[in-house]
């Protein structure tokens, strides 16, 4: 037989005696290089997949190989150093080396030496990271802290870092992005977000198949551990002492944790207390709603990654209304464009509010003729008497009619109050202000942006 027909023959007694998991892990990758003189030559990824397999599955090995290639086969291991250049080193198997005698001297490992554990995959979410997570006063502490953290994992005195805040303020962001900056600046730490739900589903399949100390050593390698909306672990006692241990010997050696959590820690009340203290040893970071300069730099942030262009006057419509996540931001923005793209919709003023009615309660402000009037008064630089006189002056006439355009527009008045209010003029000198302001507006973008802006001057001043 050639070898790979021979280690074949041997993976399938092999897979027959041990859970399929272990299988996957520690023999799967096993590729087998050659048989020559009685030498069967396996490459390993790594010494302490070595180490591993000939503390844990020698006796099976020995059976197996001698069984399927014959009994005065030996077993050497290679180990891949350098890809590029296909170097390793070989190492032989101790599966031959008889069982020392009772009272013989048995030579002790080195505790202090190192191994090589495989990688894993961090389970991170990469298009959540420090470019694209905005900074603001609701976010100051915990932005700053998490890139300290990601800079120097389990070095700083923000160890856990205990993020806070309801739902949809960017905790998940925030904790993905410390994941990345790390893996960025240190390649080698073995880095894992995990969510606690899933933690919880980890720990019960262990307990049922019996794993529970693989389980633990494997969380016990971690270097940066990154737990997200901690809160579900409350009312699991089992999970929570589990976690408790991992918990300690993580910290005890230098080992960086960062939580999340929709509420506080003294907030959580069916946590075990030996966690809830815990969790206070190192930084508590809230993060609240965003502010309105917060959500509109988020909203032109998305506007500009996705190629995307939005008046600013939606910008500013989405941001002051739509004020509790930066979730609900991104789905009013989504929905406006897709309502516009998919229907044919323009996209105005008029569209925006309809779609973010939906999303939230709009507060309606009560907008009068004459706050709209002084409005447009002060940014034309004219006095309220200028433009209730008679005068045919150019920006004199384009103020008055701008004014009796955004009165019709914004407020619920009748053309005749309109026009009583803003120099008693009569019913049709409004109509055919609102009709010379709207055609201007279609062919002319510089006057088109300046009402616009006139209009959001307005809203603000509500």
């Not at 069984?67 to 891949?80: D, F, H, P, S, W």
């Not at 300069?293 to 419509?317: C, F, H, W």
């Not at 003029?425 to 009709?435: S, W």
Request: aromatic content about 8%; overall charge positive; some cysteine.
């Amino acid at each position: 037989m050639q070898h790979e027909q021979m280690w074949s023959k041997c993976l399938t007694v092999i897979k027959d005696n041990i859970g399929e998991s272990a299988f996957r892990t520690w023999f799967a990758q096993i590729v087998p290089l050659k048989y020559e003189r009685e030498v069967l030559v396996l490459q390993v990824p790594s010494q302490f997949f070595v180490e591993y397999i000939e503390e844990k599955y020698i006796d099976l090995l020995r059976m197996t190989i001698h069984r399927i290639i014959g009994a005065g086969t030996k077993l050497e291991y290679r180990v891949l150093i350098d890809k590029s250049s296909n170097s390793g080193t070989q190492i032989p198997s101790n599966m031959e080396q008889p069982k020392p005698a009772h009272n013989a001297k048995v030579a002790l490992k080195n505790p202090y030496e190192k191994f090589v554990l495989p990688e894993i995959d961090p389970q991170l979410n990469f298009s959540y990271n420090f470019n694209n997570l905005i900074e603001g006063s609701s976010n100051k502490l915990a932005h700053a802290a998490g890139q300290s953290i990601a800079r120097k994992p389990g070095k700083t005195t923000f160890n856990p870092l205990f993020v806070s805040g309801q739902s949809g303020v960017g905790k998940t962001h925030l904790a993905n992005a410390i994941g990345v900056m790390c893996k960025q600046l240190h390649p080698a730490k073995r880095v894992l977000y995990v969510s606690a739900n899933t933690f919880q589903i980890q720990y019960t399949d262990a307990v049922r198949n019996n794993t529970v100390n693989d389980f633990l050593n494997f969380y016990q390698t971690i270097e940066v551990l990154i737990i997200d909306d901690v809160q579900e672990l409350e009312g699991k006692t089992a999970t929570q002492n589990t976690f408790f241990h991992i918990f300690n010997h993580l910290h005890q050696n230098g080992k960086q944790l960062v939580l999340t959590s929709d509420r506080p820690p003294m907030a959580l009340k069916n946590l075990e207390q030996r966690l809830l203290t815990r969790f206070k040893w190192g930084l508590g970071a809230e993060m609240g709603k965003p502010d309105f300069e917060m959500r509109k730099a988020i909203l032109e942030s998305k506007i500009y990654s996705n190629g995307l262009q939005i008046p600013d006057t939606i910008v500013d419509y989405i941001a002051e209304n739509v004020t509790d996540n930066v979730r609900d931001l991104e789905g009013a923005l989504i929905s406006i464009l897709a309502h516009s793209t998919l229907e044919n919709k323009k996209l105005d003023l008029e569209l925006a509010r309809e779609i973010v009615s939906r999303i939230t309660s709009v507060t309606l402000r009560i907008t009068t003729i004459e706050q709209i009037r002084d409005t447009v008064c002060k940014h034309y630089a004219l006095s309220v008497e200028a433009i209730s006189t008679k005068s045919r002056k150019r920006e004199v006439v384009q103020a008055r009619q701008v004014a009796m355009y955004l009165s019709k527009k914004m407020t619920q008045n009748s053309l005749a109050a309109i026009g009583l209010a803003i120099g008693k003029r009569n019913h049709a000198t409004v109509l055919h202000a609102c009709k010379t302001v709207k055609e201007q507006m279609e062919i002319d973008k510089h006057f088109c942006t300046e009402v616009n802006g006139i209009e959001g001057m307005v809203k603000n001043s509500g």
